[in-house]
C-alpha cells in the first residue's frame, strides 16, 4: 500500500492546481511515484537491457531526413489515448512500440488493447497491477510470455481504467474474462532493447535515437521529474503550452531527488525536427488526452539539444530520460489481393503515379513530379486500395510479389 499512498499523495499534491483546467474526462493522469526497491529496479532493467542495433545508422546516412515522424502510421484516437487517473503511461507506450513493430513486420495496422494488458498483467489487482507502474522489460516479458496480442476493436478491450476507482482499489476496472481475445494476433518474439545516449556525447545520443526512428521505430521514453516543482512544470507545459511549445528537462538537471515528490513518466517518441538547427526537438506522443483541445495530437515537443549524461543527485543515478525500443516479430496473415491493371490515381490526388527513375517501380506516388515522403504517407494510408486497384508490381518496392508494409518501408530508404 505504500506505493498506492505515494500515487494518492502525489495526486493531491501536484495536480489539484490542473485539475479546474482539465475539465477533458480523466485529463489529469497521476505520473508515477515509485518507491526506493521499484525506481531502482527501473534503473536496473535500462542498464540491463542488450543494445538496440544500428545505433550509427543516422551518422553514415547522408540522405537522413531533417524532419521526419512516425504519428501517420500509429493507429490512435488522440482523446482516447488518455490514461486517465491509473499510472499506465508505460503500457500506452510500450503498446505504442508493439503497434509499430506490427506494422513494420506484416503490414497490419490495429489499434491494440491497453485494457487487456492492464486486466492480465499479474491477475490484473494487487501492488503490482499495471496501474503502478512499470517499465519496457515488464512490458516485453508480459508479451514474451503471452504471444498474443488482442486488437482494440474486441468486445470489453477498450480502455476503461482511467477512474480514480482503479487507483484506489489496485485492479483493473474489466475483468480478464469479460475481454474478448477473438480475433487477435500471433507473436513471435519480443525484446526490450536500450538506445545507447549516455557515455556517447550528446550528438552520438541524437544520432543513435534518430536512427531507430529512421528504421520506422518509435522510441519508449522514460521520463523522471526529481521534485513537485519538475512535475508541475511540466504540467503547465502540458496544459498551457499547445503543441508548438518545446519543452525543456535541463534547468532540473543535477537536481537533488526528492524520494516524496520525485516521479516518473514514459511517452513515446515518434519522430524529430531539425529544420531550425538553433532549436531541434523530438515529437513525443502523451497518454494524457488531448489537453482540453490545445494539444489535438496529444502530443509535446521535448528540446533534442540536452545533456543526456545529465543525472539527478542521489544515492545512486537516477536519469532524466532512458531510450528504448522494442524489438517485436509477429506470425504473418495470408492476405490475397487482387489487382487490377492499369496505375490510377490514388484516392484524393488529380494525377496519376510516375516513374521519376524509369525503374519500372512508380516512386511519386502522388504524381507531382517527385519522390518525397508525402509519397511514404499515401503509399501507407492507401496500401489496403493500392492492393486492390494498383498494378502490385509497379509499387512492389521488396519486390515479393505482394501489397504490404515493406513496401512502404523500402519506398522511405529510397528517398
Same mark, same amino acid.
Request: some cysteine; hydrophobic content about 35%; proline content about 7%.
Given at each position: 500500500m505504500a506505493r498506492l499512498a505515494g500515487v494518492l499523495l502525489l495526486t493531491a499534491l501536484l495536480f489539484a492546481p490542473f485539475a479546474a483546467a482539465a475539465s477533458e474526462a480523466s485529463a489529469v493522469a497521476p505520473f508515477l511515484?515509485?518507491?526506493?526497491?521499484?525506481?531502482?529496479?527501473?534503473?536496473?532493467?535500462?542498464?540491463?537491457?542488450? +543494445?538496440?542495433?544500428?545505433?550509427?545508422?543516422?551518422?553514415?546516412?547522408?540522405?537522413?531526413?531533417?524532419?521526419?515522424?512516425?504519428?501517420?502510421?500509429?493507429?490512435?484516437?488522440?482523446?482516447?489515448?488518455?490514461?486517465?487517473?491509473?499510472?499506465?503511461?508505460?503500457?500506452?507506450?510500450?503498446?505504442?512500440?508493439?503497434?509499430?513493430?506490427?506494422?513494420?513486420?506484416?503490414?497490419?495496422?490495429?489499434?491494440?488493447?491497453?485494457?487487456?494488458?492492464?486486466?492480465?498483467?499479474?491477475?490484473?489487482?494487487? +501492488?503490482?497491477?499495471?496501474?503502478?507502474?512499470?517499465?519496457?522489460?515488464?512490458?516485453?516479458?508480459?508479451?514474451?510470455?503471452?504471444?498474443?496480442?488482442?486488437?482494440?476493436?474486441?468486445?470489453?478491450?477498450?480502455?476503461?481504467?482511467?477512474?480514480?476507482?482503479?487507483?484506489?482499489?489496485?485492479?483493473?476496472?474489466?475483468?480478464?474474462?469479460?475481454?474478448?481475445?477473438? +480475433?487477435?494476433?500471433?507473436?513471435?518474439?519480443?525484446?526490450?532493447?536500450?538506445?545507447?545516449?549516455?557515455?556517447?556525447?550528446?550528438v552520438q545520443a541524437i544520432a543513435n535515437i534518430k536512427a531507430q526512428l529512421n528504421q520506422f521505430r518509435p522510441v519508449f521514453v522514460g521520463l523522471t521529474y526529481p521534485n513537485q516543482g519538475a512535475v508541475s512544470d511540466f504540467l503547465s507545459s502540458w496544459y498551457s503550452g499547445g503543441e508548438s511549445a518545446v519543452w525543456d528537462p535541463s534547468p532540473y538537471d543535477g537536481a537533488q531527488w526528492d524520494p516524496a515528490t520525485g516521479a516518473?513518466?514514459?511517452?513515446?517518441?515518434?519522430?524529430?525536427?531539425?529544420?531550425?538547427?538553433?532549436?531541434?526537438?523530438?515529437?513525443?506522443?502523451?497518454s494524457m488526452g488531448t489537453a482540453n483541445g490545445l494539444r489535438p495530437s496529444g502530443t509535446f515537443r521535448m528540446a533534442m539539444d540536452i545533456d543526456y549524461d545529465a543525472v539527478y543527485t542521489h544515492d545512486y543515478a537516477i536519469y532524466p530520460s532512458q531510450w528504448e525500443v522494442l524489438e517485436a516479430s509477429f506470425a504473418p496473415p495470408t492476405p490475397t489481393p487482387t489487382p487490377t491493371p492499369g496505375v490510377v490515381p490514388f484516392p484524393g490526388q488529380a494525377r496519376a503515379p510516375t516513374d521519376p527513375d524509369g525503374d519500372g517501380r512508380y516512386e511519386d506516388v502522388n504524381g507531382n513530379g517527385r519522390a518525397d515522403f508525402a509519397d511514404v504517407v499515401l503509399l501507407f494510408n492507401e496500401l489496403a486500395w493500392w492492393a486492390v486497384h494498383e498494378?502490385?508490381?509497379?509499387?512492389?518496392?521488396?519486390?515479393n510479389g505482394r501489397a504490404d508494409f515493406a513496401d512502404v518501408v523500402r519506398l522511405f530508404e529510397r528517398l
Open positions: 511515484h515509485p518507491d526506493e526497491a521499484a525506481l531502482e529496479r527501473w534503473v536496473g532493467d535500462y542498464e540491463q537491457a542488450s +543494445p538496440a542495433p544500428g545505433q550509427a545508422l543516422s551518422r553514415a546516412r547522408s540522405a537522413e531526413p531533417a524532419a521526419t515522424s512516425l504519428l501517420p502510421f500509429v493507429p490512435y484516437v488522440p482523446a482516447e489515448r488518455n490514461q486517465g487517473a491509473a499510472g499506465t503511461c508505460w503500457v500506452w507506450a510500450g503498446t505504442g512500440c508493439l503497434e509499430l513493430s506490427h506494422l513494420f513486420a506484416v503490414g497490419v495496422q490495429d489499434r491494440l488493447s491497453v485494457q487487456w494488458f492492464d486486466s492480465n498483467y499479474n491477475g490484473g489487482a494487487g +501492488p503490482d497491477w499495471a496501474g503502478n507502474g512499470g517499465t519496457l522489460s515488464d512490458f516485453a516479458r508480459f508479451y514474451e510470455g503471452e504471444r498474443t496480442a488482442v486488437p482494440w476493436s474486441n468486445t470489453n478491450a477498450s480502455y476503461a481504467d482511467g477512474n480514480y476507482r482503479s487507483v484506489i482499489e489496485e485492479r483493473a476496472l474489466v475483468p480478464a474474462s469479460l475481454i474478448a481475445e477473438t +480475433p487477435n494476433y500471433t507473436l513471435t518474439d519480443v525484446e526490450e532493447q536500450r538506445v545507447q545516449t549516455r557515455g556517447v556525447g550528446q516518473a513518466h514514459a511517452v513515446l517518441c515518434v519522430g524529430y525536427d531539425t529544420t531550425d538547427p538553433e532549436h531541434p526537438y523530438w515529437i513525443m506522443l502523451n498494378p502490385i508490381g509497379a509499387f512492389d518496392f521488396n519486390a
